[in-house]
Nanobody
Framework: QLQASGGGLVQAGGSQRLSCAAS????????IGWFRQAPGKEREAVSC????????YYLDSVKGRFAISRDVAKNTVFLQMNSLKPEDTAVYYC??????????????????????WGQGTQVTVSS
């Protein structure tokens, strides 16, 4: 199971850190992705970290602002979000994939490609 947390209301330009705590699976065998879905839009992949922690993927619009990391001892993945913009407002989800890498192609990151999903956490950025 995956448990996402850390969402809330933040002003534009602010920061927020999301957490995805895994249970029943071990990060060493799964890549973990963060996705988001804004009202009326499709779910999109924001970031991914490989099972080794050595490979990362970022959506172009968040590069330089978001950073994904993990704590293997806590079996938890984090998404540090800085310089937040109103367009970052969405429900954020974490997902686990048995494929251990993080491909650069956005086409890979589909909803059906993921093996496990956590519940979403709302992030609202006010202008």
């Amino acid at each position: 199971q995956l448990q996402a947390s850390g969402g809330g209301l933040v002003q534009a330009g602010g920061s927020q850190r999301l957490s995805c705590a895994a249970s029943g699976i071990t990060l060493d065998y799964y890549s973990i992705g963060w996705f988001r879905q804004a009202p009326g839009k499709e779910r999109e992949a924001v970031s991914c970290i490989s099972s080794s922690g050595g490979s990362r993927y970022y959506l172009d619009s968040v590069k330089g602002r978001f950073a994904i990391s993990r704590d293997v001892a806590k079996n938890t993945v984090f998404l540090q979000m800085n310089s937040l913009k109103p367009e970052d407002t969405a429900v954020y989800y974490c997902a686990a994939n048995k494929f251990t890498g993080c491909p650069r192609s956005t086409n890979y990151y589909t909803v059906s490609n993921q093996d496990y999903w956590g519940q979403g956490t709302q992030v609202t950025v006010s202008s």
